[in-house]
């Protein structure tokens, strides 16, 4: 199963895909590694975003979308624009895709039951898609629900 890890952050929706694989995680190759929404957006902006993200799913053959969720109030509230895009993500009809918010409690202890047996740094992965990873492995091990795996690269 593949997952797309999700965070959206300001104007852009940065992406890591994680695959299970017989127990074992791996991360396939992928040319995407943020998705944008220009700021002064319109509809058609809105609608490219979300054809482009599906477009990007299907591509890879993604089944579950994990997005990281924000808080709608507070200090650490999202903005306007990344509730747009998390919509668009969800209202996606071209092909079928389970997405998921994972609220950061949810994540938090989730990665204190199942921590990470490998850092972050040894994935190849750059840095800003930290967030999106994680996700991605929270939200494979909520669909897995299974015991204990491996990360390889």
Do not use: W
Request: charged content about 20%; glycine content about 8%.
């Amino acid at each position: 199963m593949i997952v797309c890890g999700v965070e959206l952050t300001g104007s852009d929706a940065v992406v890591c895909l994680l695959n299970m694989d017989r127990g074992q995680f791996n991360l396939p190759e992928c040319k995407v590694r943020k998705l944008s929404l220009p700021k002064n957006h319109s509809r058609e902006d809105l609608k490219r975003f979300q054809a482009a993200f599906a477009a990007l799913m299907a591509e890879y053959g993604v089944t579950t979308v994990a997005i990281k969720e924000r808080m709608p109030k507070g200090k650490f509230a999202g903005g306007a624009i990344s509730f747009k895009m998390e919509a668009a993500i969800q209202l996606i009809t071209d092909i079928e895709l389970m997405v998921t918010l994972l609220p950061p409690a949810l994540i938090k202890s989730t990665l204190a039951s199942n921590p990470l047996s490998i850092a972050f740094t040894d994935t190849g992965l750059k840095a800003f898609q930290e967030t999106a990873f994680i996700a991605a492995y929270v939200g494979q091990l909520q669909g897995q629900r299974s015991g204990t795996c491996e990360l390889r690269k």
